[in-house]
């Protein structure tokens, strides 16, 4: 399958670029699972992501949320709007 | 983007006018705008990035929110994202309500939902060339509609 990955505020600091296509062998993956896989990618984000949220498309999704093909998936980190 | 989230500059004469209502007697106006300084740091400039759609959808129900909580008639929100320089405004609340407690408890309410909920990040640029993201709140991945 393949995925966008979007990495949103300091994030994009930790692995050096705000988005990312991945393919991976399996068909079916949950966007914890691909949490975990980009850990492996990119060990800087390893401490960041317990507090990260997962978007799909336009959802906040909990980290059992099965990810389809050709999704896109935000990385979101705690907010400082206002 | 849209209604709510913008790139453009915040025009609250604009936000006045959409929410004219002669059955309100006040008008609560809440205004976020760039400071020059964070933490002893001095800032120059802050950008904000957010997660367009969701972002929309968020301040699109906190809006609705205000409206059901609250005994006010009217409540418009807008954030803009984008480079912001010193004294630009980057957030403005503005309710109006038959009497002004409410009105100024319904615009502390959504100011407040609004830094806790939006998928909204600021990087702060300071004097002397460095910058760096905020972290504040974690979102919560069960938030739904607080109606």
């Known amino acids: 399958m393949r995925v966008k990955v979007v990495f949103y505020g300091g994030l ?11 393919q991976f062998a399996e068909d079916s993956l ?7 896989k980009l850990i492996e990618r990119y060990p800087a984000l390893r401490s960041k992501m317990q507090s990260v949220v997962y978007a799909v498309g336009d959802e906040i999704v909990d ?10 998936i935000g990385l979101l980190p705690p907010v400082s709007g206002g | 983007m849209g209604r709510w989230m913008t ?3 915040l025009d609250l004469n604009q936000l006045l006018q959409e929410t004219e209502d002669p059955g309100s007697g006040g008008l609560a106006i809440f205004c ?5 300084e964070n933490e002893g740091k001095p ?16 301040l699109r129900e906190i809006e609705e929110e205000v409206l059901a909580r609250f005994d006010v008639r009217r409540c418009r929100i807008q954030h ?22 409410e009105a100024f408890e319904a615009a502390r309410y959504a100011i407040d939902e609004l830094k806790q909920r939006t998928p909204i990040w600021k990087e702060e640029h300071y004097e002397t060339g460095e910058s760096r993201f905020l972290e504040g709140t974690s ?9």
Request: net charge neutral; hydrophobic share 35%.
């Open chain 2, 7 to 9: 790139e453009h500059s």
């Open chain 1, 12 to 22: 994009q600091r930790d692995v050096g670029v705000k988005e990312q296509g991945f």
């Open chain 2, 43 to 58: 800032v120059r400039a802050i950008t904000y990035e957010a997660h367009g759609h969701l972002a929309e959808r968020v």
């Open chain 1, 63 to 72: 980290g059992g949320h099965l990810v389809r093909d050709g999704d896109e």
């Open chain 2, 80 to 101: 803009r994202i984008g480079m912001l320089q010193l004294g630009e405004s980057s957030v403005i609340v503005v309710v109006r309500a038959a009497h002004r407690a």
């Open chain 1, 30 to 36: 949950t966007v914890k699972e691909i949490g975990e």
């Open chain 2, 139 to 147: 979102l919560k991945p069960d938030e739904k509609l607080k109606l």
């Open chain 2, 32 to 36: 976020g705008t760039v400071r020059n």
